[in-house]
Nanobody, 115 residues
Framework: QVQLKESGGGLVQAGDSLILSCAAS????????MGWYRQAPGKQRELVAT???????NYAESVKGRFTISRDSSKNTMYLQMNSLKPEDTAVYYC?????????WGQGTQVTVSS
């Protein structure tokens, strides 16, 4: 059974930082590349950061240099360190397998950045 639980979102000001966490079931986490996705109001869900099982990372241009993805395989947990947040980062953030997500999505965690 796939389990994905995101946490750590909140309301912050532009320039602030947040750390998101994703607790995933071992069946999806252990050997797959994982990613953080986000969906802003009225927009399609987009993949913003990925990390392979071996720790290689990739970022969307819009977050490169500001976001850092990491994973702790011993805890089946993934993180997204978000620095220098901008109002356009406002979205619901989700974690899932990447770049091809599973059909199951967790509830996500809301990040709201005020200007």
């Amino acid at each position: 059974q796939v389990q994905l639980k995101e946490s750590g979102g909140g309301l912050v000001q532009a320039g602030d930082s947040l750390i998101l966490s994703c607790a995933a079931s071992g069946s999806i986490f252990s050997r797959n590349a994982m990613g953080w996705y986000r969906q802003a109001p009225g927009k399609q869900r987009e993949l913003v950061a990925t990390i392979t099982a071996g720790g290689n990372t990739n970022y969307a241009e819009s977050v490169k240099g500001r976001f850092t993805i990491s994973r702790d395989s011993s805890k089946n947990t993934m993180y997204l360190q978000m620095n220098s947040l901008k109002p356009e980062d406002t979205a619901v953030y989700y974690c899932n397998k990447a770049p091809s997500a599973t059909g199951y999505w967790g509830q996500g965690t809301q990040v709201t950045v005020s200007s």
